[in-house]
């Protein structure tokens, strides 16, 4: 029988190992990323982050792992279930600690069960729930799945659904212009005409990648991000530690679009690459009129272009990026819930909250930017 147990920390493991499980297309499951968040402060128990990593091993070689976290609240998930823990706590139980399958601050859809093949994943599912379930906690919870996982997951996992905005190469464009090209007369005007803007304004922009930025790269992209932290009220949670170490172990997938004036930094996105998509994380700076989406979606956009990337992920919610060239796609996640009566009750709600998804995404999908109405 596989032998399964929580990983408390995960460079007790070597990267191999981990790595052996995935294929390396997405940076945030990589043993670097999710190990650099523990070593370097960005999680900590009292923000309800603890880490719990699900594996299982036969014969004493690591065959399947769920990246995870023993969780006391519900921040920095991005799948909203603030409703759940008050339904249970009316009913005077507790709903914490309840177990996260998941990257902690990141609504990347991405591989969650990493596993060598299909039957291994099915076992490394069931595993997880008994064992969820013989430690007391309420529920096991899997956000932002990739759809190769769905098939793992059995009809006792709970599925919620919500919408992100993605841009997509359906393989024609080479250049902004001939993605600009795509769009109707309306939206290709209004970003030009952002865009002149900020350029009159003597803006410009330096692109670097982790093994070409220097400390005072670093040190400014970590300001920026305080700054918007700081502005929405919000804790950081990412250290300066923590980026200088993707830097050093992510040289090439760390992706920073820095704008400048006066040859001084005002403003700033950072990025990760994987095989074939860049994904927009944080960003902060000065406040000028088309600064954010020149930072956050133009350069990025031009950036896959160039570097022949398909995708686009900016990060979670903004229907102010459809007007971009950023469309509606669908995003998943899976709820094992170890109370019977609340797990049949949940079932309906899910039900009602994915048809009400459906049906703002057929509503999205009236407003594309595009002449025919879909281009990805």
Known sequence: MPDTRFLHRLADLPAADWDALHDGCNPFVSHAFLSGLEEHGCLRAEWGWRPRHFTVWD???????????????????????????????????????????????????????????????????????????????????????????????????????????????????????????????????????????????????????????????????????????????????????????????????????????????????????????LYGRYWGGATLPGLHFETCYYQGIEYCLREGLSRFEPGAQGEHKLARGFLPQPVRSRHWIAEPAFAEALAGWCEQERQEVQRYARVLADHSPFKDGTAA
């Open 59 to 277: 014969d004493g070689q690591l065959v399947g792992a769920i990246p995870g976290y023993l969780k006391d609240n519900s921040h920095g998930e991005f799948v909203f279930d603030h409703a759940w823990a008050n339904a249970y706590a009316r009913h005077g139980l507790d709903y914490f600690p309840k177990w996260l399958g998941a990257v902690p601050y990141s609504p990347v859809t991405g591989p969650r069960l990493l596993a060598r093949d299909g039957a291994t994943a099915k076992t490394l599912v069931a595993a997880l729930r008994d064992e969820v379930g013989r430690m007391g906690w309420s529920s096991a919870h899997v956000n932002f799945h990739a759809a190769a996982d769905d098939s793992a997951f059995g009809t006792d996992w709970l599925l919620r659904e919500d919408i992100q905005f993605q841009w997509h190469n359906p393989g024609d464009w080479s250049d902004f212009t001939s993605f600009l090209a795509a769009m109707d007369h309306k939206h290709r005007k209004n970003i030009r005409q952002e865009r002149a803007k900020l350029a009159r304004s003597g803006v410009s922009y330096r692109i670097v990648h982790g093994d070409e930025a220097s400390a005072a790269d670093l040190q400014a992209m970590h300001g920026f991000y305080l700054q918007t932290f700081s502005e929405y009220g919000n804790s950081p949670a990412l250290t300066l530690p923590f980026l200088q170490h993707l830097a050093a172990t992510m040289p090439r997938q760390l992706v920073m679009f820095l704008a400048l004036h006066d040859e001084q930094p005002i403003a700033g996105a950072l990025c990760l690459r994987g095989a074939d998509t």
